[in-house]
């Protein structure tokens, strides 16, 4: 039975994200010393154990102006408490792992995603006033059709405000990196940059460069219709990979933060207000562990 499940697990590893099989297989103090030593530690991936409470959805709202977009910090408040009083101990000890693209939620035992989201889609992260030790976060679907609150539990308020600022700041990379992908595509047509944009454009491109993409395509390498002209139900509808709609997905969420929001580059964190410039990697890597120091000594997981 043993040999099985150790099998089972190295064959989830095995064809799992470089991230995660990087984290598996590394002791705590290596895994220290590659953050601290790493240009972009969001590349190594900061992994947190944390214990999952609970979630709860909503239907989404995905062509909403601005003045009509939900209140993410309410929403998922009452979302802590609902979960709380409706979820008892004992429960399942998992692993966040926020990297330079995406957040992922892990089940160690077998090393199976739980939740695996861009970065673009979080629309808040914070933690909460009466449960402090709480780290929450509202995943948007794809299509915008539905909200998920997501409730997880750490050690110590530190911990969650902590893991909080690390989701802002990779956050902040990403849509940067976007940012700066426009303006490279409009100096390639000729269009003028704002004063700065250029020095602007080299401090994200090192932050997440991956962001920076090719010119959408159409299936049969016909160009695709103007990606501001789509909504949501429109972008699933085109031929095109799943990679390429998550990217215009990710266009057309950036787009219009940039034109609704005065600093679009800042997630809702609530109360916190975090600003992910101030970001610390010193006090962020304090509370990360790997995947592999998750031992037998974790609490057991609740049967669902």
Known sequence: MAARLLRKTGEAIKH???????LMGVSKGKYKMELARADDPFKVGLS????????????????????????????????????????????????VIVSDQRLTVMDPKDAKAVVKIPLYRIAFCGSHTLFSKTF??????????RLTCHVLACESPTKAQS???VVAKAFQNVFLAWSAAQRREKRKKGIPS???AEAADEAAAAAAPEAAVPAPTGGDGDEAPAEDELDAADVEKLDVSEEEKE????????????????????????????????????????????VAALGDDAPPADDE
């Open 163 to 165: 893991m909080v600022r």
């Open 136 to 145: 929450t976060f509202m995943e948007k679907s794809r299509d915008g059709t």
């Open 194 to 196: 704002a004063p700065g």
């Open 247 to 290: 990217r215009r997905h990710m266009h057309r969420t950036f787009s219009r933060r940039t034109i609704r929001q005065k600093t679009p580059d800042v997630l809702d964190t609530g109360e916190l207000k975090v600003k992910p410039d101030e970001f610390d990697l010193d006090e962020a890597a304090e509370y990360c562990e790997p």
């Open 48 to 95: 947190y154990h944390v214990d999952y409470i609970g979630y709860e959805s909503f239907p989404g709202t995905p062509e909403l102006g601005a003045e009509e977009e939900p209140k993410y910090a309410e929403m998922c408040d009452k979302s802590v408490v609902k979960v709380h009083q409706e979820k008892s101990p004992p429960f399942k000890r998992l692993v």
């Open 16 to 22: 799992s994200p470089a991230t995660v099989k990087r």
